[in-house]
């Protein structure tokens, strides 16, 4: 099953079969309100020169795998959770515990904490 400009994630996902192999092509897709099939899946950038891009402003994780989707695989991908309404970042990828999965050739970033007196994801460093 493929994500990309003729079918959305939204969609992809609605219809995902475990085991079925989610290819993604290159692009930025927003994870903020789509939910995920409790199945495991093989989540795979369709080109590998490029990294498709998950992102999420929520307050809450950008990827959440709860046993459910135990045995998931993800390859080749970038996550990012830009969330500045929290005090506390949320992970861009969360493994519940139990979670077994597969990560590799992936980027997974977040906004880091702010410092008390400077604004989100910048600090004040000593003069």
Do not use: H, K
């Not at 099939?37 to 990827?63: E, F, G, I, K, Q």
């Not at 500045?84 to 519940?96: F, G, I, Q």
Request: aromatic share 2%; charged share 15%.
């Amino acid at each position: 099953m493929s994500a990309g400009p003729s079918c959305s994630l939204a969609g992809a996902l609605t219809s995902a079969q475990g085991g079925e192999n989610l290819s993604l092509v290159a692009g930025s897709y927003d994870l903020s309100a789509v939910p995920l099939p409790p199945v495991p899946l093989p989540w795979m950038s369709t080109d590998r020169r490029a990294r498709p891009a998950l992102n999420s402003s929520a307050a809450a994780p950008t990827l959440s795998l709860t046993p459910a989707q135990s045995g998931s695989s993800i390859d080749g991908l970038a996550f990012d959770n830009t969330n500045t309404a929290s005090a506390n970042p949320e992970p861009a990828l969360l493994l519940v515990s139990g979670v077994d999965a597969d990560v590799r050739a992936s980027v997974v970033s977040q906004r880091r904490p702010s410092a008390p007196g400077t604004t989100s994801g910048s600090r004040e460093l000593p003069g």
